[in-house]
């Protein structure tokens, strides 16, 4: 928790927890604003399933490594499109096309798409 509250302040950071630690963890933590996303990998889904729910940054409370790895992969890449945004307004076009392509490159790389609409977003920006 130290860490990621003093030395990812100017980070996006993707926590990947227990569901024992998570418990604990996202509590004090959530509301960070370097803290993108949080995923809840354990043996006892169902178990965790009611603390989990009351925390808008948990994207997935899971026990399988294919389930886990595609949703990361989709939020990285959404969070390379927020930054490509926020660069886009801020009149930096350049920058904001490289995290666009960064995107675009994490999703290609990582995930058997089935939602094509937002690929096409992804590749239009």
């Keep these: 928790m130290k860490f990621i509250r003093e030395k990812c302040v100017n980070k996006r950071t993707f926590l990947i927890t227990s569901g024992g630690r998570g418990k ?20 006892d889904v169902e178990g965790h399933q009611k603390w989990v729910s009351k925390f808008s940054k948990v994207r997935i409370i899971c026990n399988v490594d294919r389930v886990l790895h595609p949703q990361l992969a989709v939020d990285v890449a959404q969070a390379n499109i927020d930054w ?8 930096k076009r350049d920058e904001a096309k490289t995290k666009f ?6 999703l290609t790389k990582h995930v058997k798409f089935s939602d094509q609409a937002f690929m096409n977003q992804v590749q239009k920006n």
């Design 84 to 91: 490509g945004n926020a660069l886009l307004n801020a009149g």
């Design 24 to 43: 604990n963890v996202v509590p004090q933590i959530h509301d960070l604003p370097q803290l993108y996303a949080i995923y809840v990998y354990c043996q």
């Design 101 to 106: 392509q960064k995107a675009l490159d994490n």
